[in-house]
């Protein structure tokens, strides 16, 4: 890693430019992947460490001519890319760094077709953002940053105590909301894939080179990103707010799918039917995934009274399924999620 930060941060020195001669550039901060047989051993190993470096630096943006626009993370959480899918598609300049993307005016932005009046919204969103960066300096190159470290620089020891804690945060997984939950197989399957962020809504259909418009079919205003969909739709929360307000509690709703499932696992752990509750969210999501389908393939849709009904009859179902000697009706069952 040390190898790698000296690679990307230093300007000249005698291997850097036989590396650079010998690899080429994948971006402007590090060479391609070592792919030829011979003699590459210790590059290639070195080089396979590169996501891990720059997964942990911060792009301080000097005069924009080492960041790619898209590509890389220097503005906020992620790269543009990543939050900006939708618009990324219509990008004409999918591979400019910063410096390339601003004429004497400004940022110049340049799309393939107009916007949809749906896009527009998120355009202001885009300009927002873009807003903060407004002045490149002419002075200084782009720099990465060590995350880990407050001053910025590279250590082997921040990179060694970091990669231990990550080790820890990673492996936490909410795989017993998942696996453990006594929903059908293949709902279970349904909710891993959400977990792991790779169900196929618009978002990622557009990160695949699929062009699409990437509106909500049930709100028809947001992009259809699977956390939208799923958590934060004002349509999906009608869902959610069944099963919360029998239970009494009040909720706010986490970022994505993993957060949510863990927090509804430990709420559920505190009082009520703990079983039962877990099988709201695949209750939930099982419905609006099959509704959506059927929005976008079929063309039909269902009214939210609907929905609701069917939601309902799946946590009937499973419910009874789970506990077929009892002879319960769907209130009580709703009724047995009261935390106390
Ligand atoms: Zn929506």
Redesign the pocket.
Known sequence: MKWLWRFASQEQSLWKDTIKARYGMETRWISNIATQPYGTGVWRTIRNLWPKLINKCTIKIGDGGKTLFWEEVWAGQASLKASFPDLFSLSLQKVATLKEMRDAQGWNLKFRRPLNDWEVNRMVEFLNILERYKELSNREEDKLLWAPDTQGRFSVGTAYRNSQRTHTQSSYWPWKMIWKVKVPFKVACFTWLLAKQVVLTQDNRMKKGLDLCS????????T?TIN??FL?????VKLWQIFINKRGISWSMPGNIKEALACWNRDGNQSGHRERWKFVPACIWWTIWLERNQRCFENKSCSMEKMKLKCLALFYFWCKHEYPHEDEDITSMLESLRSS
């Open positions: 509106k909500c079919f049930f709100c028809e205003c947001e259809e939208h969909l934060h739709c004002k349509e999906t």
